[in-house]
């Protein structure tokens, strides 16, 4: 069983910053990718970023290049989601994810477990 609990959000002003965090409990961390969406109130959840087992490749959104960054500590069973110049248009749930990994890949798609989300909301 694979569990996913994320914590750091909040309230925020634009321009400003938050971390995200998700700690994962349950089968060995490094052998799964991790990934971060997020749902905005009436919308679908979307893909934020996402990072390979081993943190060497990680793959973002377009809405989030440059301002995001994902990485993570295998040691803590961690991953984190560090979010610069945030706007209001970043304001959501945001939820972690993780899928097991067969190669060392970012994927967008296709995961299998996920936190319980935290809020996040960007106040202009």
């Known amino acids: 069983q694979v569990h996913l609990v994320e914590s750091g959000g909040g309230l925020v002003h634009a321009g400003g910053s938050l971390r995200l965090s998700c700690a994962k409990s349950?089968?060995?961390?490094?052998?799964?990718?991790m990934g971060w969406f997020r749902q905005s109130p009436g919308k679908e959840r979307v893909f934020v970023a996402a990072i390979s087992w081993s943190g060497g490749s990680t793959s973002y959104a377009d809405s989030v290049k440059g301002r995001f960054t994902i990485s993570r500590a295998n040691a803590r069973n961690t991953v984190y989601l560090q979010m610069n110049s945030l706007t209001p248009k970043d304001t959501a749930v945001y939820y972690c994810?993780?899928?097991?990994?067969?190669?060392?890949?970012?994927?967008?798609?296709?995961?299998?477990?996920w936190g319980q989300g935290t809020q996040v909301t960007v106040s202009s």
């Open positions: 349950g089968r060995t961390f490094s052998t799964y990718a």
């Open positions: 994810a993780a899928r097991y990994a067969d190669s060392d890949y970012a994927p967008q798609v296709q995961y299998n477990y």
